[in-house]
């Protein structure tokens, strides 16, 4: 099992910055693919951005050029700074953690989700 913990969340004025960060433990033999996506009410779960093992990233339209992800492989640990935060970024942001212990074989696992709030 993979234990995935999230923090940094809170309220933040629009324009402001907020920094996630994310923590896997446990079984992280060949974490793979890690990544970020949030829920807003009445919406359905979107992905924000993802990066890979060897550092490639992948990002929403909505957020690009306002949103960086980055990963600590010795930490198993990935992050998600937020810039120039508009109220439409409020959402509920869960991290993803993949796991793949060999070929063709996927798991997937979801922190509990942190609360981003974007409002004057």
């Known amino acids: 099992q993979v234990q995935v913990v999230e923090s940094g969340g809170g309220l933040v004025q629009p324009g402001g910055s907020l920094r996630l960060s994310c923590a896997a433990s446990?079984?992280?033999?060949?974490?793979?693919?890690m990544g970020w996506y949030r829920q807003a009410p009445g919406k359905q779960r979107e992905l924000v951005a993802a990066?890979?093992?060897?550092?490639?990233?992948n990002y929403a339209d909505s957020v690009k050029g306002r949103f960086t992800i980055s990963r600590d492989n010795a930490k198993n640990t990935v992050y998600l700074q937020m810039s120039s935060l508009k109220p439409e970024d409020t959402a509920v942001y869960y991290c993803n953690v993949q796991r793949r212990p060999s070929p063709g074989v996927v798991y997937d696992y979801w922190g509990q989700g942190t609360q981003v709030t974007v409002s004057s």
């Open positions: 446990g079984s992280i033999f060949r974490i793979d693919g």
């Open positions: 990066i890979t093992s060897g550092g490639s990233t």
